[in-house]
C-alpha cells in the first residue's frame, strides 16, 4: 500500500527525486518517512516530516542535500536527492508511522512499502 518510485543511476553531484504513494491508510494521520539500507549495512533512517508537514528532521548524512515533502491531498511522499555522493548508493523505502520519534530514534516504522534502488556512480 506504499509504492516508492523514482530510483535509478545517477552521476555523483546529480539529481534525483522519489516518491512514494499511499493507498491504504488516512494518510494525513501518519508521519512519512525514508529509509535506506545499503548492501551489508543496516537500514538507517533518512529523513521525516510531520502530518501537517511543518516540521521535518534529516539523518545529519543529508541534511541541507535532500528533502522530504508531502502532499496530503494526493496521499504522497517525496524525497528530492540533491548533491548525491557514492555513499548514497542503497534501497530507499518509504515508511508510515504515528510518532516521528519511532523513526527518528528508533529507525522502525509501522508500514513499510517495498523499495527503490538508488545507484550514484563516482
Known amino acids: 500500500q506504499l509504492q516508492a518510485s523514482g530510483g535509478g543511476l545517477v552521476q555523483s553531484g546529480g539529481s534525483l527525486r522519489l516518491s512514494c504513494a499511499d493507498s491504504?491508510?488516512?494518510?494525513?494521520?501518519?508521519?512519512m518517512g525514508w529509509f535506506r539500507q545499503a548492501p551489508g549495512k543496516e537500514r538507517e533512517f533518512v529523513a521525516v516530516?510531520?502530518?501537517?508537514?511543518?516540521?521535518?528532521y534529516y539523518a545529519e548524512s543529508v541534511q541541507g542535500r535532500f528533502t522530504i515533502s508531502r502532499d496530503n491531498a494526493k496521499k504522497m511522499v517525496d524525497l528530492q536527492m540533491n548533491s548525491l555522493k557514492p555513499e548514497d548508493t542503497a534501497v530507499y523505502y518509504c515508511?508510515?508511522?504515528?510518532?516521528?520519534?519511532?523513526?527518528?530514534?528508533?529507525?522502525?516504522?509501522?508500514?513499510w512499502g517495498r523499495g527503490t534502488q538508488v545507484t550514484v556512480s563516482s
Open positions: 515508511a508510515a508511522d504515528a510518532y516521528v520519534g519511532t523513526m527518528t530514534q528508533q529507525a522502525r516504522a509501522r508500514y
Open positions: 491504504g491508510r488516512t494518510f494525513s494521520g501518519y508521519v
Open positions: 516530516i510531520s502530518r501537517s508537514g511543518d516540521s521535518t
